[in-house]
């Protein structure tokens, strides 16, 4: 059955004292939005609607960047859940199948849960969970998995307060339908709010089935204020862990290591302690990462080391059995088979060729204060310690750059290259410099 999501993240977040939106706040190196949107993908959906509000133009950009098919309809004023999905139907005409309302703060939900949702065959299908201490939650009427309505708690009698089956959030309906009985809301409530959960009842009212599909609660876990955005984090981190190790990586110390939600890890990826994964990070089988890097945006291949203390920004290409030492960082570097940094220095717009090797305190000037320039190596080249290397330049095949040189002109292959003063050796003047200094400071003491 075709599916379209439906993701609701056009509140303000007033809980979390922030000027940005709260589905922008970031779990796992990512937007909390990204979260559901990772979740629903799972479920193949044809189309992707993103319902923005406050700070509409910022979560457009980031759900742009997330998925560029997905669509934004705005919600300039927020008044409620049932609103809010009116602002899409819009963005849903012709579509056939099954909408799959999520939350964008409510960043655990998982694929399979989703999954069981969408195969409900009732007409209305929530998305329920036994909550322990159900607070201001929904409630869900139910006898079994037959769901009569939902009461917000601001509408709920004492006895249906007492409830403890509570509402997520997660609706799935028949896109038509879902329409037609959005269509038919009114805010006449205790939050004079259009409800969506006041579909369930409305569509009982026609006769139609509605059902409820359980899930843990902590799934349903959603984000309100920065505590719980931290201890989400803890959450994840933890999942994220467990997976990792599940999946056969080592590390020695998991509860030190961070990830990201998009962080792919092969079989046999060792990871020391203290590593922090930021966004964009795949690591092929048998790559070793030591302790205290800091890795974005890098794709690591199979049998390369990197660390301890390494920093691979995004665009670091590192191909097999590269090895990169401690106080190294790379940036937007293509680094060939077998190529060795192993020590203090900066590679950013480079492209090196297979089996060169780059000398302690190399840096790649890449920047002139205005634009970058890519520095250019070839394959085994020797990349001599202290090497600056002034983009933009070529250093050819099996060339050698002298130690201490400031390369400024293309060295063709095969070539020596010495960019540096010549060295001038006064015998004597050490000793002579040092007795004049010293009677110098003493005349000082004296004097005073
Ligand atoms: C909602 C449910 C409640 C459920 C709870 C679970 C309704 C009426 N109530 O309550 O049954 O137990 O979630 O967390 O649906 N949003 C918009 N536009 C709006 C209003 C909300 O986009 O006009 C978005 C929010 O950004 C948020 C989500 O919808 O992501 C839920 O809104 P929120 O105000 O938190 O709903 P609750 O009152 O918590
Ligand atoms: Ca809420």
Not at 69 to 96: M, R, S, W, Y
Not at 394 to 411: C, F, N, Y
Request: charged content about 20%; overall charge negative.
């Amino acid at each position: 059955m075709a599916i379209a999501l439906l993701v609701l993240a056009a509140g303000q977040g007033t809980r979390m004292n922030s000027d940005l939106p709260k589905v922008l706040h970031r779990l796992g190196a990512a937007p909390l939005v990204a979260h559901a949107l990772a979740a629903g993908r799972a479920l193949d959906p044809e189309r992707v609607v993103v319902v923005a509000g406050h700070g509409a133009e910022a979560v457009s950009k980031a759900v742009a960047k997330l998925d560029p098919d997905a669509q934004i309809a705005l919600q300039g004023e927020q008044l409620g859940t049932g609103h809010a999905v009116a602002q899409a139907l819009p963005l849903l005409t012709g579509f056939e199948g099954r909408v799959i309302v999520l939350y964008g703060d409510t960043p655990f939900i998982r694929p399979e849960t989703l999954e069981a949702l969408s195969e409900s065959p009732a007409d209305v299908t929530v998305l329920g969970f036994e909550a322990a201490d159900p607070g201001r939650y929904g409630r869900l009427i139910a006898r079994g998995r037959d769901l009569d309505r939902i009461v917000e708690f601001k509408d709920a009698t004492d006895k249906e307060r007492a409830i403890t089956l509570c509402n997520s959030g997660v609706i799935a309906c028949d896109a038509a339908l879902l329409a037609d009985l959005v269509g038919g809301l009114s805010n006449d409530n205790a939050a004079g709010e259009y409800y969506l959960t006041d579909i369930v009842a409305a569509a009982r009212a026609r006769g139609l089935s509605a059902e409820v599909v359980t899930c843990p609660e902590a799934e349903t876990l959603g984000i309100n204020t920065r505590a719980e955005l931290a201890r989400a984090e803890a959450l994840f981190q933890t999942r994220a862990r467990a997976e990792a190790l599940e999946n056969g990586v080592t590390m020695v110390d998991p509860a030190t290591v961070y990830f990201a939600l998009d962080t792919y890890l092969g079989r046999d990826v060792v990871i020391g302690p203290h590593v922090v994964f930021g966004p964009d990070v795949t690591i092929e089988s048998g790559a070793e990462i030591a302790a205290f890097c800091h890795l974005e945006g890098c794709h690591i291949s199979r049998g390369a080391t990197v660390g301890p203390f390494a920093r691979l920004r995004p665009g670091a290409e590192l191909a097999e059995d590269v090895h990169i030492g401690n106080f190294v960082e790379v940036k937007n570097s293509i680094l060939g088979e077998g190529v060795k940094v192993g020590h203090l220095t900066y590679l950013g717009d480079a492209d090196v060729g297979e089996g060169t090797n780059i000398g302690a305190g190399t840096v790649t000037c890449n920047y002139d204060g205005v634009f970058k320039h890519r520095t250019t190596i070839g394959a085994n080249a020797f990349i001599g310690s202290d090497t600056m290397l002034v983009a933009p330049v070529t250093v050819g095949d099996g060339a050698l750059t002298a130690s201490g040189s400031t390369i400024t002109e293309d060295v063709p292959a095969g070539a020596v290259a010495l960019g540096r003063a010549k060295q001038v050796t006064k015998p004597g003047l050490a000793v002579k410099l040092f007795e004049m200094l010293r009677a110098k400071k003493a005349a000082i003491k004296k004097g005073a």
